[in-house]
């Protein structure tokens, strides 16, 4: 019997997660029950949602409560079952957990992957990243040829494909990131066609510059005072996909105010959150659009690396500090050998 490694909730941080958050603990992984199956898991996903997932107040999942071990997106390789919908040997996808090891029935789910696809497009670009990006684009804001789009959080996860995706419907995309560098990839190798330094440029006067017609369409990620600065710039019938608001993940009191809300209405505008949980049953369409874009060399994806469980807590807040480009996730095992 092996040991499974672990992170437990352990109190409920104040701003940025600490040592005091999370627990690891170590217990014996359990022997299976009929119609159980163990994973073990190779690359968490780390999300910014995972910090919304651990405050007091419910959202669209109830929160990990302490104890618990911490809720992720993860993959990994069944390595003994018994539930024949879970053969050993299958990469296998979905709520796994800051673990090692996960045991899948008795309300803990997994899709199967078919064999052959990266486990790391699996956590990217053809899992809920992409799928976000994707069905955040394409069915809540309608993009049209020649139509200007406007992406936060440009240089992140959802961002980058979010854009590329745009530009694959010909549209003009405009990029909102955090460093020269971030800038640089997403105009030069995902080719954005402007990309504003949020840290380092006016965002109000550049996207005067480069929206002269105005926003066509938002594509949200942050919230707060960028957001403000895009409804303050939309052009008629523009839409507003709001796909997060990470400004205010961390913040215990109210979010910043929106000033230029009313231009909804002078605009006939329509801004409209979503879940990408709510696009489930297609994922497999997004999916295959998704690979077909990069057979063609339209479409991009990066992942970057944190290797061992224990640095989980400092891999989310990596996101927070932006010190990622791409998709980020922890890796807690080898994948299997080819
Ligand atoms: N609706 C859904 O179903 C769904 C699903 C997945 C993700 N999401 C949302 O999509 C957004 C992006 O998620 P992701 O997984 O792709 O993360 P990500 O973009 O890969 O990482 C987060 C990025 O956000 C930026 N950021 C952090 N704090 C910021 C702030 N205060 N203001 C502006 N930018 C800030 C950082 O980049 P910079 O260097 O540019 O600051 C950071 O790299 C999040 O809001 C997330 O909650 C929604």
Known sequence: MGVNRQLRLAQRPDGLVDDSTFELVEEPIPDLADGEALVRNVYLSIDPTNRVWIREEPSYLPPVAIGEVMRSGAVGEVVESRNDDYPVGATVTGLLGWQEFSVLGAGVFARVVPAGVPMTAVMNVLGTSGMTAYFGLIDIAEPKPGETVVVSGAAGSVGSLAGQVAKILDCRVIGIAGTDDKCAWVTD??????????????????????????????????????????????????????????????????????????????????????????????????????????????????????????????????????????????????????
């Open 189 to 338: 190798d995902l080719g954005f066609d402007a990309c504003i330094n949020y840290k380092t440029e006016d965002v109000g006067k550049r996207l005067d510059e480069l929206c002269p017609d105005g926003i066509d369409v938002y594509f949200d990620n942050v919230g707060g005072s960028i957001l403000d600065h895009a409804l303050a710039r939309l052009a008629l019938n523009a839409r507003i996909s709001v796909c997060g608001t990470i400004s205010s993940y961390n913040a215990s009191g109210l979010p910043e105010p929106l000033y230029w809300y009313g231009n909804l209405v002078s605009m006939r505008a329509r801004m409209e959150g979503f879940l990408v949980l709510d696009y489930l049953d297609r994922f497999d369409e997004g999916a295959a659009k998704m690979l077909e874009w990069i057979a063609e060399g339209k479409l991009k994806a990066r992942e970057e690396i944190v290797e061992g469980l224990e640095h989980a807590p400092r891999a989310l807040n990596m996101l927070f500090a932006g010190e990622n480009t791409g998709k980020l996730l922890v890796k807690v095992g080898d994948e299997p050998a080819a």
